[in-house]
């Protein structure tokens, strides 16, 4: 079995080590892991150059977390960190109080930015600094192109999605999102075929307008996840009307669309309608939406999908994985 996982930060990283748990269960190799092949493409829309080093936020949540490595209870950077250096640059009135960055995370930033000064793209970069990890799955940037999302604000600021997100928690209404680069960049290497050669691409809850929505505006991501033979199957990033965690609603406000269970589904749309869905799992909370959605063609079900520990996340990729025999 081939997944393809299209993941931003916390979300998509907690799902898909309940994904590899299932899968070792399911699929073993006889060696710990699993005979199942999964490829997360990872959001890299929210990079920035700070302190002169690149700082890629989803592609290390996704690589602490799936190498045991995370901060749990941040859900993002190391486990066991300090900050004596974000400290010190303080000292010097270098540096943001509201974004420091820990001493040993600043080593995988120092290490990521050696190796592109250096002539190496992000792609393979990232695949060196997973040798440590081993997370368990080929880790690929959706671009080795720099893409940097900035939000305008209603007054016409321009800010960096994280100065937005992190300093502001996302409490300034935002116009529109502005992804710098996206223009011109193009999908990294192995991208577009883990879209085209995968029997199942899953949409975990990840933020739906700049995490996921990020990685389907690379352009020909969105054309080839729509002609893939691979079902795709999505997971609500909403409960009861509310992100699971983060501000995702105040990002989907912004774009105009509603924050509930039915109204993220409509709007990734269904690939038989020129979206890029073909199921969508909701959970119990929001079990009402369910006939609507399938009386308008949804292969929907609802389950729990809140993924308090690793055990509850298997079984939430255990439901995603059963709608695909929902699908004609």
């Known amino acids: 079995m081939r997944i393809t996982v299209l993941s931003g930060g916390v979300g998509g990283a907690r799902f898909t080590r309940g994904l590899l748990a299932l899968l070792r269960d399911r699929l073993p190799d006889g060696s710990g892991g699993t005979t199942a092949q999964v490829t997360v493409v990872a959001n890299t829309g929210d990079d920035l150059w700070l302190h002169g080093v690149r700082v890629c936020p989803d592609l290390d949540t996704l690589m602490y977390t799936l190498g045991d490595a995370v901060h749990e209870q941040q859900g993002w950077g190391r486990r066991d960190e300090s900050r004596r250096v974000s400290d010190d640059l303080a000292a010097y009135g270098l540096g943001w109080d509201w974004f420091t960055l820990g001493d040993l995370d600043l080593a995988t930033h120092l290490a990521r930015t050696e190796l592109l000064l250096s002539g190496i793209p992000l792609s393979a970069v990232t695949a060196r600094l ?3 990890w081993r997370p368990g799955v080929t880790l690929l940037p959706m671009s080795d192109d720099e893409v940097e999302t900035h939000v305008e604000t209603a007054d016409g600021d321009l800010l960096h999605f994280e ?36 029997d199942v691409v899953v949409l ?18 969105r054309d080839v996840l729509r002609t893939t033979a691979a079902p795709v199957v999505g997971v609500s990033p909403v409960v009861g009307g509310a992100p699971v965690r983060g501000m995702a609603d105040a990002c989907l406000t912004a774009i105009g669309v509603a924050t509930t269970a039915d109204a993220v589904a409509r709007h990734y749309g269904r690939r038989v309608e020129s979206g890029v ?25 609802a389950a729990p999908t809140l993924m308090t520990d690793v055990p509850a996340t298997a079984a939430i990729a ?3 994985l059963a709608l695909v025999d929902r699908l004609p």
């Open 204 to 221: 975990p809850p990840s933020n739906p307008v700049v995490s996921v929505g990020t990685i389907l505006a690379i352009p020909g991501v």
């Open 163 to 198: 100065e937005w997100w992190v300093r502001h928690r996302a409490a300034l209404p935002a116009r529109r999102f502005v992804q710098v680069g996206l223009d011109t960049a193009t999908a990294g290497p192995g991208v577009l075929d883990a879209l085209t050669d995968a």
């Open 277 to 301: 869905l073909d199921a969508w799992l909701v959970d119990d909370v929001d079990a009402a939406v369910v006939e609507p959605l399938r009386t308008d063609g949804w292969a929907v079900e």
């Open 130 to 132: 997973a040798e440590r």
């Open 318 to 320: 255990a439901r995603t």
